[in-house]
């Protein structure tokens, strides 16, 4: 049996409520201690829920000036306290990257992250590899050069959120704060000069190989993880049955949440529309629903708490997922996980996390009128939704369950980690393996 693998996570933002990232670190983190792994963090802010199941959590300082710069508060991005100690290199080179637009970050905290693993390693500490959650950062190449072997989790790469932006970008100047905002020449040279990249799909594998120029030999799809205990269905809770659900930003193009707006139109009057998403004045999906005349069979919701969600995942008829891009597609995986069929579109990892559970029907991308009739044919056929919802909570579970996911990364782990036997068999298909064993 081989011997507990010592991992060390660093993870730019690490709190479970700003992003997948913090969800997946969590998580993932605590399945492999379960395994019996020992597991340490470097993480920066905003900061994770307490992780007793981590040996330790060593929390990286941030000033978050990009943050104070971005919600139009230049005046708070110098600190009330020894606001002259900005003048240190690291800190005011992230202090003046974050005035004129650019977003400092991830290279930042790769430089902080790179600082402490050395003054660990000094002071006798010893990791097997180290595990970054998608920051990307030229420190990881210093961490590397130390002599630990470093993955990293890319769910997709950044160049996707890149051409969503361009999308919406209506003048020259929101161009140019496209290309400053996102750094995908660091991004994917750190990427390809890691020693494995891991992701979600193989939608996002062919994206990260295409676009980050990552060789194959290097890529693994190990999947993205759910909680099957929290999202789970509850027979108590009785279902609408003429209500969908939609979780995703309409601010973010690939959500694709207008053509579910879009489909609202196209099915009967008693049909209604739940959209979870930061609610405020003037939000682009109630203007869209008034202009469509449906205003009042949409509700925005705003952000909920985890519990909150389930609940609504467990009263809707279904969830309709109408993205015209996802790396992985979390929420069809939730809704499937609550035993809550799925109207998802054919666009990027959806038919394969589709297939995968088997919980769902496939929609055209981009096509609120195919959106449309996907759900009318669920809405209209109760002993269908039941059973697809059956389904994908049996897929899920065993596809995409944390215990699953957290053994195919340790899969990846043992091809790369120093003195560790290879294990027999990875996520990998045998071409990928061959070629795996021919790379330095």
């Known amino acids: 049996m081989s011997r507990p693998l010592r991992i060390c996570f660093v ?34 802010p905003p900061y994770p829920d307490p992780m007793p199941f981590a040996r330790g959590v060593e929390r990286l300082p941030n000033d978050e000036f990009w943050a104070k710069w971005f919600v139009g508060d230049p005046a708070r991005m110098l600190p009330p306290e020894r606001p002259a100690g900005v003048l240190s290199p690291l800190r005011f080179y992230e202090l003046a990257a974050s005035r004129i637009g650019f977003f400092p970050e991830p290279f930042v905290f790769s430089v902080r992250a790179f600082r402490a693993m050395a003054a660990r390693l000094r002071a006798g500490e010893r990791y097997d590899l180290v595990h970054d959650v998608q920051c990307l950062g030229w420190g990881l190449l210093a961490i590397r050069a130390l002599g630990l072997p470093v993955v990293t989790t890319v769910h997709h790469p950044l160049t996707v959120d890149r051409r969503a932006s361009f999308r919406r970008d209506r003048s020259l100047s929101d161009a140019v704060g496209t290309v400053e905002f996102h750094p995908v020449g660091m991004q994917g040279f750190v990427a390809r000069h890691l020693d494995r990249v891991l992701t979600s799909s193989s939608a996002s594998a062919r ?184 389904r994908g909570r049996a897929g899920v579970t065993a596809a995409y369950g944390w215990p699953c996911i957290a053994a195919r990364t340790v899969e990846a782990y043992r091809e790369i980690a120093r003195g560790l036997p290879a294990s027999t068999t990875t996520s990998a298909s045998s071409g990928e393996r061959a070629a795996a064993a021919s790379s330095p």
């Not at 993932?28 to 395994?35: G, K, N, S």
């Not at 809707?316 to 929420?331: K, W």
């Open 207 to 390: 994206e990260i190989e295409r676009d980050f120029g990552v060789a194959p030999e290097r890529l693994r799809m190990v999947g993205n993880g759910l909680d099957t205990e929290l999202y789970s269905p509850d027979p108590s809770v009785a279902r609408a049955p003429r209500e969908m659900l939609c979780v995703g930003r309409a601010a973010d193009p690939n959500k694709g949440v207008d053509r579910a707006v879009g489909a609202l139109a196209h099915l009967p009057d008693d049909v209604r529309l739940t959209l979870v998403d930061d609610d405020h004045p003037g939000h682009p999906a109630r203007r869209q629903a008034l202009a469509l005349g449906v205003a009042d069979r949409l509700d925005v919701v705003g952000r909920l708490p985890v519990e909150e969600l389930v609940a609504r995942y467990r009263r809707a008829a279904l969830v309709i997922v109408p993205s015209r891009y996802e790396g992985f597609g979390l929420p069809a995986v939730e809704a499937m996980g609550c035993a809550t069929p799925v109207v998802a579109t054919t666009a990027g990892a959806l038919p394969e996390v589709i297939r995968t559970g088997g919980g769902g029907v496939l929609a055209p991308s981009d096509d609120a009128r195919g959106l449309a009739r996907a759900a009318a044919t669920l809405l209209e056929r109760e002993e269908l939704r039941r059973a697809l919802g059956e």
């Open 11 to 44: 993870a730019y933002r690490g709190n479970m409520r700003c992003g997948g990232q913090g969800v997946y670190l969590w998580f993932l983190a605590r399945e492999l201690a379960r395994l019996g792994h020992r597991v340490d963090v470097l993480v920066g």
